[in-house]
C-alpha cells in the first residue's frame, strides 16, 4: 500500500510524503533561517522536531545539525545520516504514526503553511561548477557558432567538460534578474559594443548539491561518488550571449553568466528520486575507466520552461525537456571533478550545464530555441528571439510517480532593465 | 627622518615597520588561529593588541574584527579600517612610542617569533578570479599554440580577459603539491592519454585580496576600484599544460588547474605599496570608457622564481619578472569583473595571471621558458622542460625603498608524486 501522510496532499502536489525535500525558509521575514522539508501544502520546521528531540536514530539523536540557518553540517554527514533523517521523517508524517498528528501544540509550531514563508539558499556554496553534458546542447552549440560540420569538440565524449562558475552572485527563486550591461563583438573597425546585452538568455539546467566531499588529493571513485550527492534542485544558469560569444576565447565564460544563477528552493534527495532511476544512454566511446561506472544511471524528470512575457498576465510553455538525455552522468561529473585531486566540500554545486532532447521542442534555451534569434518563438500574439525586459522566466521539474508525484516545483526570475 | 621600529628589522628583511603585512598564525599548533603582522622576525599578535584595548581609534575600537580566525571582518570595514589599524600599528612599533616598546609582560604575549608560527589561510574565499593580464604572457602562450601570426585574440586588448577559479583548492605557501592526473590529447586513433601529468608547471602570479565589495546589480567604478582592494600577495597557479591543452576547448581551464593553487601568507597593503606605485604601460587601443581611469598605475614590484631540484640542497633562479610587466591594471580587473553586476564579497581573491615580461629571462612559466619543452633549462648539471616529483618552487616578490625593503617573503611548494 502506498505511504499515506496525515497532511493532505493533493494528486498535483510536489510535494507528497515520497518526497521530502530539504530547504531553508524563514517563517517571518524577521525570524531566523532554519531547514525544513516540504510536505503538500506546509513547511515542516526541523530544528522544532528537533528540539522535541524527535530526530531518535544513533546518528541525528545528538546532532545540532537542523538548528543552523543552512544545511551544510547535515550534508556534511553524508548518506547514513540522509537516510536516517528520511526514515525518521516518513515515519513522523505518515497517516499511522501519532507522535506529531495529534499533538497539537507541535504541529501549531512545526508545521508552517507554505504560501507564509520566504525561501532562502540552503547551503553556503563554497564553490559552482556548471559541466555540459547534454549532446544535443553540445551538438546545437557547435552548430551555430561554427557550422555543422564537427560541431562538437574531439574532447567532449572522452570526458565531461565543465567550468568554474560564479558563487556570490548564485540566487533563490523569486529573485530579480538585472539585465547585465557588458561589451559584445565589434563590426569591421568600431570599437567593440558596450551596453546593456542584447541577447538575454535563460539556460535549463538542473543542479546537484554535493556532501560530503574529499580531501585535496584524493580522488572520489565513480562507482562510490552517488554517496556524495544529496540531491538536485532545478536551475537557470542566466546566459547574456553577446556577452558570453566576444569574452569566452580562450579562457571559457565569464562575466556572460555570473551576474546571476537561480536556483530553486527544494533539494530533493536521491533517495527520493531512486524510483525514477533509468539506464543513462549508451556511451560510445567507452569513457577510460577511471569514468566507467558499474551502473551509470539518470533520472526521468520531466522539464518544463515557461515565459511570462513583459505586460501579460498568464505564461506560455517554451520547451519541454528531460533530465533522462543528459549523456554524463551525476556520478561520472563528480568522478571526473575530482581525478586530479580536486577537493569537494559540503554544499559545492555543480550544474548539469543546458539539457537539451533530440527535438526542437526539447531544447533547453533561447540560442538553441531560436536558433540564435533566427526564428523568434511565439507567445500569445507577441515574439522573443531573446529575453526582454520584466520578462518572467518559470522552470519547473517533476517526476510521476504510480499515483503521485516527486517534484521540484519551480524556479522562477524576472529580468530587470540595465541601470 | 625614515621610520623607525623598535624591534630591529635587518635592512635585508622585508618586514620592516614601512611593510606591515596581515597574516593569520597560530602560535603553537594547537592554539586558535589569528590575525597578526609581520615585523622584522615577529608576527605582533592582533587579538592580543586587540584585548590591550591599543586599538583606540574610532572605527576599531569596538571592533571584534581581530579577535576572528580569519581577516574577512577586517576586510569587509574598507579603506578608513585599514589606514586606521596601519596607523596604530605604526604608532605602537615606531622606536619613540613607550606603550609596546617598555611593557615586557605585553610584549611577551603579543610579540612572537616567527620561526615559530605556522601560518594558515588569511581568508575565507569566496571566489578566485585569474586574470590573464601580461601581454607577454599571453603573446608567447598564442604563439606556441597557434602559431606567430595572431598569437594575441582580438578581444584581449579590449577587456582583461578572466576565468573562474577553483577556491577550495587554494593552499597557504609551504603546502605539499599532489601531481594530478589526468586525461591528455589522443595520439591519432588511441584513446586519450590517462595518468601522471607530464607537463606540470608553476605560474608566477600575485593575487589581489578584496574588499568591502560590491551588492549584485551595482557595478563598481574603476575611478573607486581601489577602495575594494585590500592588499597583494604572491600566488603560484600551479599548471598541467597536458590536461589544461586537451580539456579547455571551449569552457576554459578546469582540472589543469584546480588541484592546487598556493598564495604566499603575508598581505602587503596598498598602503605599503604605494611608494612603489609606477605608471602603467599605455593602453591602445584606448579602453572602452568604463575602464578608463584617471590614475593608471602598477606597482614596481621585483620578482623570482626558484627551483630547488628534487634531491639537491640549493635553489636556482629560472626567472625573474615584475608587477609592472601587467598590462591590464588592478582597478581595471576590478571594475570589469562588476560592470556586468557580478557582486564581490570580501575575501575574494584576483590573481593576475602569469607575469612574464618582455625578455626570455623574465618569463613566468616553464611553458614560456622552455617554448613547451623543447629548450630545457638548466639547474646546477641537471634539466627541466617541467617539474618533476620533488622538486620545489619558491617564489618571492620585494619592492626596494630608500634603505629598506616592502617584500613579500617567499611562496613556495614541493611536488609529491601521484597517488
Excluded at 47 to 63: N, R
Excluded at 64 to 85: H, I, S, T, Y
Excluded at 395 to 414: I, L, P, R, W
Aim: hydrophobic share 35%.
Amino acid at each position: 500500500m502506498a505511504l499515506k501522510s496525515f497532511i493532505e496532499a493533493h494528486p498535483d502536489s510536489h510535494f507528497p510524503i515520497q518526497n521530502l525535500p530539504y530547504g531553508v525558509f524563514k517563517p517571518e521575514p524577521q525570524s531566523p533561517a532554519r531547514p525544513g522539508v516540504a510536505i503538500g501544502d506546509y513547511v515542516l520546521d526541523l530544528s522544532e522536531i528537533a528540539k522535541a528531540g524527535l530526530f531518535t536514530g544513533p546518528l541525528l539523536k545528538d546532532s545540532d545539525c537542523f538548528l543552523q540557518p543552512v544545511l551544510n553540517k547535515f550534508l556534511a554527514m553524508g548518506r547514513p545520516a540522509w537516510k536516517e533523517a528520511r526514515a525518521t521523517l516518513q515515519k513522523l508524517l505518515s497517516s499511522s504514526e501519532l507522535t506529531l498528528r495529534d499533538n497539537a501544540n507541535l504541529r501549531l509550531k512545526a508545521l508552517v503553511p507554505m504560501n507564509k514563508v520566504e525561501m532562502v539558499l540552503p547551503m553556503v556554496i563554497g564553490d559552482y561548477t556548471d559541466f555540459f553534458a547534454s549532446m544535443h546542447h553540445a551538438k546545437n552549440c557547435g552548430t551555430i557558432f561554427r557550422g555543422p560540420q564537427n560541431p562538437i569538440s574531439p574532447n567532449w565524449f572522452h570526458l565531461p567538460i565543465a567550468y568554474h562558475g560564479r558563487a556570490s552572485s548564485i540566487v533563490i527563486s523569486g529573485t530579480d534578474i538585472i539585465r547585465p550591461r557588458g561589451q559584445g563583438r565589434p563590426s569591421g573597425d568600431s570599437p567593440p559594443y558596450f551596453g546593456p546585452s542584447q541577447k538575454l538568455d535563460f539556460e535549463l539546467e538542473m543542479a546537484a548539491i554535493v556532501g560530503p566531499g574529499n580531501e585535496l588529493g584524493k580522488p572520489i571513485n565513480v562507482n562510490e561518488a552517488a554517496d556524495h550527492i544529496f540531491g538536485l534542485v532545478l536551475m537557470n544558469d542566466w546566459s547574456a550571449r553577446d556577452i558570453q560569444a566576444w569574452e569566452y576565447v580562450p579562457l571559457g565564460p565569464f562575466l556572460g553568466k555570473s551576474f546571476g544563477t537561480t536556483v530553486s528552493p527544494w533539494i530533493v534527495t536521491l533517495d527520493a528520486l531512486e524510483p525514477f532511476a533509468i539506464d543513462a544512454p549508451e556511451q560510445n566511446p567507452k569513457p577510460l575507466p577511471y569514468l566507467a561506472e558499474k551502473i551509470s544511471q539518470n533520472y526521468d524528470i520531466s522539464l518544463e520552461v515557461q515565459i511570462k512575457p513583459a505586460g501579460q498576465k498568464d505564461s506560455y510553455v517554451v520547451t519541454r525537456s528531460n533530465f533522462k538525455y543528459l549523456y554524463w552522468t551525476l556520478t561520472q561529473q563528480l568522478a571526473h571533478h575530482t581525478i586530479n585531486g580536486c577537493n569537494l566540500r559540503p554544499g559545492d554545486l555543480f550544474g548539469t550545464g543546458t539539457i537539451s532532447g533530440p527535438e526542437q521542442d526539447s531544447f533547453g534555451c533561447l540560442l538553441e530555441l531560436t536558433w540564435n534569434g533566427q526564428n523568434p518563438v511565439s507567445l500569445n500574439g507577441t515574439t522573443r528571439k531573446f529575453l526582454e525586459d520584466g520578462d518572467e522566466v518559470i522552470f519547473a521539474g517533476c517526476c510521476k510517480g504510480d499515483g503521485y508525484n516527486v517534484g521540484f516545483g519551480t524556479c522562477t526570475g524576472k529580468i530587470l532593465p540595465s541601470p
